[in-house]
């Protein structure tokens, strides 16, 4: 093999092997998590909370602009941001004591972590440095918050009034009669009494 190829070959090898060095850590809003590789090995998956109704995360590709041990958020109530990477002028990731909100979006705009993965990202970021750390924030909260959200509950019964402007003859009976939607079966009341349906 001529020289000119091999070196061409190992610079391309060695090309490779740089796309893969270093920290990327992807953080999805739909699924509100963050998942953590170091050259190129899948290392964590974490649950986090992005920024909820009226306080999204910024989506894009960044890299980490400054790091703090212990900050405390100037803009709202002095609140603990422990192990702080910021990426986009005011928001960071950082660790979060309201642990029981992660996995779902909660934030102004910040990315929680809980503060045992916070301690161990920053570790992970001072250690690969600055310049060798990528942060991809992609997905929607708008989707999370939907996905998230109880299921709508079903109404009991629907009441159909008889056709023809007839009055309907359990219209007067408790609620538990009519369709049923769920079961997709008529429930009819006993035939009232002369009179009609007393209140209890």
Known sequence: MRPLAMIVILLAALAAGRAEAGLMIRVDKTDQQM????????????PV?????????????????????????RKYYDSPMPYSIFFHGGFAIHGS????????????????????????????????????TRIVVTGSETAARRRLAPPAREPAAVMVPAAFGRRAPWADAPPSYGYWP????????????RGGWSPD
Do not use: K, M, N
């Open 35 to 46: 998942s953590v590789v170091v050259d190129g090995v899948p290392r964590y998956v974490w």
């Open 49 to 73: 909370s992005t920024g909820r109704a009226g306080y999204g995360t910024p989506s894009g590709v960044y890299r980490p602009q400054r790091l703090a041990r212990t900050w405390f958020s």
């Open 182 to 193: 769920a079961q997709r079966t008529w429930r009819y009341p006993p035939a009232a009494p």
């Open 97 to 132: 004591y309201e642990i029981a909100r992660l996995g779902g979006p909660a934030s102004h705009g910040c990315v929680r972590l809980h503060p045992s993965h916070a301690a161990r990202l920053f570790a992970l970021v001072s250690e690969e440095g600055t310049s060798d």
